[in-house]
């Protein structure tokens, strides 16, 4: 079983930044892949940026795109999300998930295997 922690949430600015780390352990299989998500209030839950087994490859959110940067560093079991220019609408609670096995980000929330408790995010105007 793995377990997936995020932090780093909390309340900023509109224009402010924020980072989000996720921190991993338990047993892993030898490839997985990591993404973030996110869920406001009513919403269904969002895809937001997923990175590859190797961190070679990124997706975002066209909503997001430009403003964050999803990273990894396996070594440390840790997937971070840095989040600039943030606006109120980029207010929810964001999950770090794991998809094991694989090596491609997929966007849908139901092919991830493992989930964190969440993060809440709220961006002031």
């Known amino acids: 079983q793995v377990q997936l922690v995020e932090s780093g949430g909390g309340l900023v600015q509109a224009g402010g930044s924020l980072r989000l780390s996720c921190a991993a352990s338990g047993r892993t299989s030898s490839t997985y892949v990591m993404g973030w998500f996110r869920q406001a209030p009513g919403k269904e839950r969002e895809f937001v940026a997923g990175?590859?087994?190797?961190?070679?490859?990124?997706y975002y959110a066209d909503s997001v795109k430009g403003r964050f940067t999803i990273s990894r560093d396996n070594a440390k079991n840790t997937v971070y999300l840095q989040m600039n220019s943030l606006k109120p609408e980029d207010t929810a609670v964001y999950y770090c998930a794991r998809r094991k096995d694989a090596i491609v980000v997929v966007t849908t929330y139901k092919r991830y295997d493992y989930w964190g408790q969440g993060t809440q995010v709220t961006v002031s105007s």
């Open positions: 990175i590859s087994w190797s961190g070679g490859s990124t």
